[in-house]
């Protein structure tokens, strides 16, 4: 069934998420007379010859140069000199994620864009169409005009563009796609670009995935203690609460329905390793990072970013910084922190399961004939190295700002930065928890006990259902996904 997204309406991460797929994007009266009302402001206001940026001026720097006379060629000149970029394509899945948030922002009838253009935009997502936008050459403080000028160019039929996963020149791609080349002036071309939709698609896509992430080591995290036979005092009800954290009694609350009936084996230490110990405030204060990140992206999907915007009911065209990602920027540096020391706890506790001298003497590295097999011992590698990986890259992109554009633009926020590394990061903590879970499910298989709550045997049942024992050794990176894929399931 194809999801629909009425652009109308409050837009979700859930629409984001779905616009992987083709989409009904629904435009509806509302929309047209509000964009058609501001369209009609934008020609009154340059009848009247007021300055109106990208539309009388240059760009930029040149702000202060006459553009050119005609609109259709001042659309030209905005896309011309952005076809800068470098660097390997976006994933197109956030390049459709993106062209949606740029609709919804458009759509909001401030930007004085041509009606067509909501049209196209619509047609486009309810097509495999996705622009082709190269990574590299935002800093997220005009907007995202590097990778989206290429998306405005692809739209035209420049450049290139994936239809149906196949990366095609991009009058070929609207032709396959049953797509027309979208006719720009010079206030559609800088609307389209003038904005920070790809760092915010990107950061609500990590988010997404980091809170997924999240819900499962919580899971895991009472499955781990129920296998090795942990008290499970660490979560009791009273002592979150006098830590007073939100996140941390939240999160409490969550793992105690998990763990409801996880009996002590006695067999275990009174005070058991941090990485189990300490885990509901380690998450509950992830839990509380990611509130903030919620906030912000909720915003960012309810606002506009352009410049200048226009009021028609104020005879106002008022130019200013909505075009600013720092927002995003903070909320996606905030999500990379949560990353790694999500990350960091998982990896730590797949450390100590397959450790005998403190999993309670299971075998080295799980393997159900030592020596002879091997095991969890590459997987456990792996898991080392994408920490080291996560964390390697958790350097904070907000606050790295560099002067550009004739100080133009002397401060930026290096918001698509943030974004797309806070994304690729939380693909590598899923991996991580996947990792994580086939440890559990082979400990299962080589002499761990049978789980004593309920809520911790149907996570294992399901990892169980999804990876089969490891004997004799195999390759495990797809057993890995299946793991992740098995625990993410248990939230739906």
């Not at 879970?437 to 298989?445: E, I, T």
Request: glycine share 10%; with cysteine; proline share 7%.
């Amino acid at each position: 069934m194809t999801a629909e997204v009425d652009l109308s309406a409050p837009l979700r991460i859930a629409d984001l998420i779905a616009a992987r797929d083709p989409i009904r994007v629904m435009v509806g009266d509302r929309v047209r007379d509000r964009v058609a009302a501001a369209r009609i402001f934008l020609s009154k206001v340059l009848g009247d010859d007021r300055a109106v940026y990208g539309s009388t001026t240059g760009f930029g720097a040149l702000v202060g140069y006459a553009g050119r006379a005609d609109l259709r060629d001042q659309a030209d000149n905005t896309l011309a000199h952005l076809g800068a970029g470098h660097g390997p394509d976006i994933d197109p899945h956030v390049g459709r994620a993106t062209m949606l948030v740029r609709a919804w922002s458009l759509a909001r009838g401030a930007s004085g864009v041509s009606p067509h253009v909501i049209e196209a935009l619509a047609a486009m997502l309810a097509s495999t169409f996705v622009p082709a936008m190269p990574r590299l050459g935002s800093v997220g403080a005009s907007g995202d005009l590097i990778p989206l000028g290429a998306a405005a160019q692809a739209l035209r039929g420049r450049g290139h563009a994936y239809v149906d996963g196949e990366r095609l020149p991009a009058a070929e791609a609207l032709r396959a796609a049953g797509l027309e080349p979208l006719p720009l002036d010079g206030r559609d071309a800088l609307a389209l670009v003038n904005g920070t939709s790809l760092t915010t698609a990107a950061t609500a896509l990590a988010l997404a995935r980091t809170r997924a992430a999240h819900r499962a080591v919580q899971r895991l995290t009472c499955l781990l203690a129920d296998l090795l036979g942990s008290d499970p005092q660490f979560l009791d009800e009273r002592l979150i609460a006098v830590y007073a954290h939100p996140g941390a009694i939240a999160v409490g609350a969550a793992m105690r329905a998990t763990a409801v009936g996880l009996t002590p084996s006695g067999k275990r230490p009174l005070q058991e390793p941090y990485s189990l110990r300490c885990a509901p405030q380690l998450l509950g204060a992830a839990e509380d990072a990611l509130r903030y990140v919620d906030g912000v992206v909720a915003a960012d999907l309810a606002g506009v970013s352009d410049n200048p915007l226009f009021f028609p009911g104020d005879d106002a065209v008022v130019h200013g910084g909505n075009f600013f990602g720092q927002p995003a920027a903070f909320a996606a540096d905030v999500l990379s922190m949560v990353v790694a020391q999500v990350g960091n706890l998982a990896e730590r506790q797949l450390d100590l399961l397959v450790d005998p001298a403190r999993n309670t003497g299971l075998p080295p590295m799980l393997a159900a004939g030592p020596g002879q097999q091997h095991g969890l011992q590459g997987v456990q590698l792996a898991s080392t190295a994408l920490i080291a990986e996560i964390r390697r890259d958790a350097m904070p992109a907000s606050m790295q700002s560099l002067p550009t554009n004739l100080h133009n633009q002397d401060v930026v926020p290096l918001g698509t930065q943030a974004a797309l590394r806070a994304l690729d990061q939380a693909r590598l903590l899923r991996l991580i928890v996947g990792s994580l879970a086939v440890g559990l499910r082979q400990a299962a298989y080589v002499g761990a006990r049978t789980p004593t709550a309920p809520g911790c045997a149907e996570v294992l049942d399901a990892l169980v259902a999804a990876v089969p024992p490891i004997d004799p050794d195999r390759p495990l990176e797809d057993d890995v996904r299946r793991a992740a894929d098995a625990v993410e399931e248990l939230e739906r």
